[in-house]
């Protein structure tokens, strides 16, 4: 939503509704003081984009109890040393999201940009060839071909950057964010991640949206320093950019908390792909084990083993609890979600 940063009164406000979203007061008031110091430093930011050939305007900036969007004025760099200028500059934000959760929008949870083939497997390279995508919407992607692994390097980058400006550099260290996605502290993870957040630099991605009634494209990760360019030493901080495009593929509540815990307790594959597209629905519907081969970017043809990887994959969802029940019945897969859920779109 749009809001008035300058006054204390429009701050609290601010604040409130980052309570309200179910973020703590501290996380909410901290983000508070990084975008204060944005606007007292004068830090340049991307500028919204322009409308559409169709002539259609940007729809309003939604406001949500799932998570929020803000723009705020920033001071432009003609008026930064005028202390009377009116603030009118707009930044951008990602939602913000309780610490147990992670977000994606849904058109990525339903498709197979992250596929779920065996990460050990050799990729292959796309050239911006399209992506499987469940219902409305269309993907195609340039790059190293994504997995599983890489989806949950990417929920992490994106939930810590959901606290920043959006296109402003996030920091980190490898052992911490190892931490956090809970892979082995060893330098062996630390290559591991650092060849995931590789691979994502050098991608090109198109997405469009029937909800936006436009295309977004997009470069996952703009900037990624890991190395001092005169020693060729490994920083100690990490920083990388994800592109301030994404802020849009967020809006109109069309994004699916995912509950971290229960993700990391999944082996890497179809059974947290299916973790991710399940929650997009707050109440899945009957749904074809050929369609989740397809959403999931599966190469297996054999439908008796087909239904065994399905089988296994939401057996998993049951102990981790997120399922309830399931059932597979002339190959068609219906699931009961356990009650209470907080993943919502």
């Known amino acids: 939503m749009d809001q008035k ?23 909410a008031r901290d983000t508070m003081h990084k975008m204060v110091s944005a606007f007292d430093s004068g830090k340049s930011v991307p500028k919204p984009s322009k409308p559409s050939s169709s002539g259609r305007k940007p729809k309003s900036t939604p406001s949500n109890s799932a998570g929020f969007y803000v723009s705020i004025p920033l001071p432009s760099a003609k008026t930064k040393v005028e202390v009377s200028t009116p603030l009118n500059a707009e930044i951008s934000q990602l939602p913000l999201w309780p610490e147990v959760m992670r977000s994606l929008p849904n058109e990525i949870l ?7 083939r065996n990460r050990k497997n050799p990729r292959s390279m796309m050239k911006s060839e399209p992506v499987a995508v469940i219902g409305d919407g269309r993907i195609s992607y340039r790059g190293e071909e994504l997995r599983q692994d890489d989806e949950t390097v990417w929920l992490q980058l ?13 920091e980190f260290t490898a052992y911490s964010f190892c931490k956090d996605i809970e892979w082995s502290i060893n330098s062996k993870s630390y290559d591991r991640l650092k060849e995931c957040l590789r691979r994502m630099q050098a991608t090109g991605l198109d997405v469009y949206s029937k909800r936006l009634g436009r295309g977004v494209s997009l470069s996952m990760i703009p900037f990624f320093e890991y190395e001092d360019s005169e020693t ?20 109109d509540h069309y994004f ?15 059974a947290t792909w299916l973790h991710g597209y399940l929650a997009t629905h707050r109440v899945p519907h009957p749904i074809k084990i050929e369609t989740i081969a397809r959403g999931a970017g599966l190469t ?46």
Not at 7 to 22: D, M
Not at 256 to 270: C, S
């Open 232 to 251: 060729q030493k490994t920083l100690q901080h990490w920083r990388v950019r994800i592109a301030p495009e994404l802020v849009e593929l967020f809006g």
């Open 5 to 27: 940063l300058t006054t204390k009164q429009g701050r609290e406000a601010w604040v409130k509704k980052a309570v309200e979203a179910g973020v703590t007061e501290a996380e």
């Open 256 to 270: 699916t908390r995912i509950e971290w815990a229960q993700r990391l307790q999944l082996p890497d594959g179809l």
């Open 300 to 345: 297996e043809t054999n439908k008796p083993e087909l239904r065994r990887l399905i089988k296994r994959a939401l057996t998993n969802l049951i102990n981790c609890g997120f399922l309830m029940e399931f059932n597979i019945h002339d190959d068609i897969v219906t699931v009961k979600r356990v009650g209470n859920h907080s993943s919502e779109r």
């Open 158 to 170: 994106v939930h810590l950057a959901r606290r920043h400006v959006a296109g402003q550099l996030v």
């Open 110 to 116: 339903r498709s197979a940009l992250f596929n779920a």
